[in-house]
């Protein structure tokens, strides 16, 4: 999809970048082709001709003469790019008839107007035609050139990369079939790279948002090499989920927006895993374990390189050993009880031969103050008073059972007592009840004769 097809019919953008004594963009669209063999209107060959190169100016650059530009009669719509001094104040557009566009000032209906720090961006539909003038700090090292069709291209990434890893890609932008080489255009264009999931539902990622992995610049900071050559740096850290992405590559400017989907790739899981062996007392060393799944790895290239964060501020390096192979052991000093933390990155060259650097998850540990041996005298004390501790224990364990056995001899006398009572006082209580009946019966007897003595 070409620039010119997203903006209109005769849409054609232009990056413009000018000397302070001399800038201009001029806009002749050519009537042509049919019979005479010129291009015909509308077609693409038209809108590649639709401004004049003249001199030996070059590809894609633009004539200009003082900071004037002329607009053909035949241009419905144009997009323009003033580059300035950077934080200078926005470019002011003189039209053909001497009225005046400001960016805060301008018809918005037929307008849009971006500024930035470094340049203005200017899209007009029905531009009027005839000689235009730019007013502004423009910036003395950029050229004039024609945007006909903005695409980025960059280097395909490996099918198979691991979590965490870096990765260092170039690319370059061409405008219609020529490379884009003025370091004044990046200001005005971003290129992001995101991760995309494939939602493959085969791998974990599956309905992850998307992620901004990096960006590209050409401003020799960074992995770039020189700015403003062309060639564009991207460098991604990939501390994504582990499963399938398409790389989506955004071109973006103020005034449009354009994505490039490249082939899916796949991210693995790291090859690195770690485990601490912490010592047994303050004067051993800790020993970290690191093993390094190598299958995709050539073992002898394997380098792991880190720092360590010690809980008393101190940080040291460490390397593992040049051409040996995992697993590995790294003393780490004990220097103080608390928080350890170990940052770490592995770099190898991959069985198919690719240089790999790989940054890996920080790994902590904690560590806690050990109680110090006691020397021989302390154990032998300390076990003479565990065996008295254990004799007074037995001793009170058996005043106890002792205590016990005479509360239960107690207990049984006083119960038999009880009995032996309750048997007395039931005996005596049945005599008397024996006796009661006799008495009665002599009582019985003794009335009876004084009865017949009286005759009764």
Known sequence: ?????????????????????????????????????????????????????????????????????????????????????????????????????????????????????????????????????????????????????????????????????????TGYLTNGDDAVETSAFEDAVRLDVLFVSSNNPEYSNFGVDPARVGSFTDDGKGLDEKPGDGVFTGEFNLRLEEGEYVPTYRVMTPLYNRSEEAQPIVVEASPV???????????????????????????????????????????????????????????????????????????????????????????????????????KEQLAEQKRQQQLAEQQALAEQRAAEEAAATRGIVIVVMVNLSILLAAIGFVVWRRRKARQPSTATEATQEKTPEKAKNGE
């Open 1 to 169: 999809m070409s620039l010119a097809r997203l903006i209109g019919r005769w849409a054609t953008a232009v990056a413009l970048s000018l000397a302070v004594s001399a800038v201009a963009l001029t806009a002749a669209a050519q009537p042509a082709t049919t019979a005479e063999g010129k291009p015909e209107p509308g077609s693409d060959a038209w809108k590649k001709q639709a401004f004049k190169m003249f001199g030996d100016i070059g590809n894609n650059q633009l004539p200009f003469e003082g900071k004037r530009f002329r607009i053909d009669y035949q241009v419905d719509d144009i997009s323009l790019v003033f580059f300035r001094e950077r934080n200078s104040a926005p470019i002011i557009l003189v039209l053909p008839d001497g009225s005046k566009w400001y960016e805060a000032k301008h018809p918005l209906d037929k307008v849009t107007w971006y500024s930035d720090e470094t340049f203005d961006m200017v899209n007009i539909k029905q531009p009027p035609p005839g000689p235009w003038q730019v007013v502004g700090t423009l910036s003395q090292q950029s050229k004039a050139m024609v945007v006909t069709d903005v695409q980025f291209h960059a280097e395909p990434l490996p099918p198979r990369v691991f979590r965490g890893e870096k990765l260092k890609t």
């Open 273 to 375: 895993t770690m485990e601490i062996k912490q010592a047994e007392n303050p004067q051993q060393d800790h020993q970290l374990q690191i093993s390094v799944a190598n299958d995709r790895l050539q073992a002898d290239s394997i380098v792991l390189t880190g720092t360590t964060l010690f809980p008393n501020g101190e940080r040291r390096e460490f390397t593992t050993p040049a051409m040996q192979a995992p697993p590995y052991s790294i003393a780490i000093p004990n220097l103080a009880f608390g928080r350890y933390l170990v940052r770490a990155e592995l770099f190898a060259t991959t069985t198919d031969g690719r240089e790999i650097q790989l940054k890996l998850d920080d790994f902590q540990f904690i560590t806690r103050e050990i109680a110090p041996q006691p020397s």
